[in-house]
């Protein structure tokens, strides 16, 4: 179960934009990452790390707001966050998902993305 503070932590490190930080502090070493399960899970803080990093990459701006409450209870908790893109192009596309967490202590162990697959297309 997560110390309050933890999460807190871990929040506003997403929300100041550091998303791959955020991975690299909150993130157990063999976490995993799940889309929608659309997709087979991504493994291992690095591999998580670098697939954010790509995704950063892509990006002009990512704008993230956690939209509270946020729930918690024993060691699973549910964060809705808002994202907002901006592209290299300057085209902006906006994604509001559930991250539905399990923790181990103060570490994500296991996360699943719960979003409107419309929202990719843009």
Avoid at 90 to 115: C, H, N, P, T, V
Wanted: hydrophobic letters at 40%; proline letters at 5%; aromatic letters at 10%.
């Amino acid at each position: 179960m997560p110390n309050p503070a933890t999460l807190e932590a871990f929040i506003a490190l997403v929300e100041s934009g550091a998303h791959d930080t955020a991975i690299e502090r909150f993130y157990t070493e063999d976490a995993t990452m799940q889309e929608n399960l659309t997709e087979p899970p991504r493994r291992g803080r690095a591999n998580l790390v670098a697939h954010e990093r790509a995704v950063l990459a892509r990006v002009e701006r990512v704008e993230s707001e956690c939209v509270r409450p946020v729930f918690v209870d024993g060691d699973r908790t549910v964060i809705r966050w808002v994202f907002r893109f901006t592209f290299k192009d300057g085209s902006r596309r906006a994604m509001d998902e559930l991250a539905y967490q399990r923790w181990e202590g103060e570490k994500i162990a296991e996360e699943r993305f719960y979003y409107d697959p419309a929202q990719l297309r843009g």
